[in-house]
């Protein structure tokens, strides 16, 4: 009985002491949670630009404020395509 108490004490203690860096709380799992957090808000961050240009890119297509006809000549030229009533010329 003497033995026996002084190791269960000390059993724990190691216990413990070795779940504090290598369990699921411990300090591993917390700088490899902290890695995640940190990419996810780049990854956020990212997304976030994106969306902001995209947004940016449609500011000026509101109801009313766009010309028809740049709009036309903007499509067709990113697209390429042309109409069947059209003449596509190529300058060489």
């Known amino acids: 009985m003497l033995i026996a108490l002084p190791l269960a004490l000390i059993a ?9 860096f290598i369990g699921d709380y411990g300090s591993i799992a917390r700088e490899d949670a ?3 957090l940190k990419a996810a808000e780049r990854e956020n961050q990212r997304l976030q630009n994106v969306l902001e240009e995209k947004l940016n890119r449609n500011k000026g297509l509101r109801q009313g404020s766009v010309d ?7 499509a067709r030229e990113e697209l390429g395509l042309i109409r069947t009533d ?3 010329l190529i300058e060489e």
Not at 12 to 20: A, C, K, R, V
């Open 12 to 20: 724990g203690i190691l216990y413990f002491y070795t779940q504090s």
């Open 34 to 36: 902290l890695s995640r």
């Open 68 to 74: 028809l006809d740049l709009l036309d000549e903007r």
């Open 86 to 88: 059209e003449v596509f």
